[in-house]
């Protein structure tokens, strides 16, 4: 995949964290895990751009680290809205799904980087 493939499928992401948020319902509990997943859900595609424009490889690792860490919390909250009961299961699992391969991208990304660069001690990070 490359950086511009990338680059569309975080920002589709984002997109589809953004209609998923503006699908639940208005209650307290849904306006905190809203505003909770759309931050995380929307830094995905931010934050990749940040790390395609990275001075160095080891910024880059730093900024994948990030990228991977939002994605996983956007999990972490599209769970809890499951879980909650704010929107049936079935209607979640694509989107976790892709949150969980953006995921996986990251931390091969990460590991690549950081296998060439051995200076960086994020290589180490499992």
């Known amino acids: 995949m490359t950086e511009k493939d ?9 997109l589809r ?5 503006d699908s639940l319902p208005e209650t307290r509990a849904g306006r905190i ?3 909770q997943l759309g931050r995380s859900g ?8 940040a790390a395609c424009r990275s001075r160095s490889e080891a910024e880059m690792i730093s900024k994948l ?4 860490e939002e994605a996983d919390e956007s999990c972490f909250w599209m769970q809890l809205i499951s879980e909650h ?17 953006i995921t996986a991208i990251m931390v091969a990304s990460r590991r ?3 296998a060439k660069n051995p200076k960086s001690r994020i290589q180490h990070r499992k």
């Not at 964290?17 to 948020?21: A, G, S, T």
């Not at 009961?85 to 391969?101: N, S």
Request: no cysteine; aromatic share 4%; charged share 25%.
């Open 6 to 14: 990338l680059k569309q499928r975080t920002k589709a992401f984002s």
């Open 85 to 101: 009961g704010l929107m049936l299961p079935e209607k979640l699992v694509p989107l976790l799904r892709e949150a969980d391969e």
């Open 112 to 114: 690549t980087l950081a």
């Open 33 to 35: 895990l809203s505003n």
């Open 65 to 68: 680290s990030v990228v991977e």
């Open 42 to 49: 929307t830094s995905v595609g931010a934050n990749y751009r």
């Open 17 to 21: 964290v953004l209609k998923l948020i």
